[in-house]
């Protein structure tokens, strides 16, 4: 009796990670490239090699879901603006005894479902969708109410676009070009959900 290997699926892109345990749990499920920034002390060396990668594959932007994995995020898309990025929910990222958040915690459904949803920057070009007002977001409670954070988390978890703040929410529904009535629909659904007649 043989035993037959199954092929991990491959990812085209390189996929930039912050260590060598990221690193790990991709290739247990995937066949991929990675780069490794190696923490949030991001070398010109390793912006050069991500810049390099960008150019002959593509590249996607997987970093933990904290401080220092959003810092690292916009530093690297200031280099490469056309990379595709994927996330991560804090609660998908924790690990099952006491320390940070990361990749290498989450699960294969979480990873599967982060690098499946994953966003392309829309060029300026292209870009077809206005960038929501502050009007907008005050009107569904995204600003300026004691549970905005609270709001803009539901969402974010919703759209798989990771945890902003008031002034990030509205740049990458900009930059990744989604509409304002999925905006509306799915806070209608937290309307719904918690009985908040505030939406």
Known sequence: MS???TEKPKIREVIVVEGRDDTRRL??????????????????????EIEMAAERFGVIIFTDPDVSGTKLRRRISEVVPDAKHAFL????????HPGSLG???????????????V??????????????????????????????QKRRDYL?????????NGKQLAK???LF?????????IMADYKEETNDDNV
């Open 3 to 5: 035993v037959r290997m």
């Open 27 to 48: 290739t247990e499920m995937y066949d991929v490239m990675t780069i490794e920034t190696r923490g949030s002390a991001l070398s010109e060396e390793v912006l050069e």
């Open 89 to 96: 929910t804090p609660e998908e990222a924790k690990p099952d």
């Open 103 to 117: 990749v290498e915690h989450a699960s294969d459904e979480a990873i599967a479902r982060a690098l499946d949803d």
């Open 119 to 148: 966003y392309d920057v829309v060029s300026p070009e292209d870009r077809l969708v206005a960038p929501p007002t502050a009007q907008q977001l005050y009107q569904l409670g995204l600003l300026g109410t004691a549970d905005a």
């Open 156 to 164: 974010c978890e919703q759209l798989h676009i990771g945890h902003t």
């Open 172 to 174: 990458r529904l900009y």
């Open 177 to 185: 070009q989604i509409e304002w009535s999925r905006v509306a629909r």
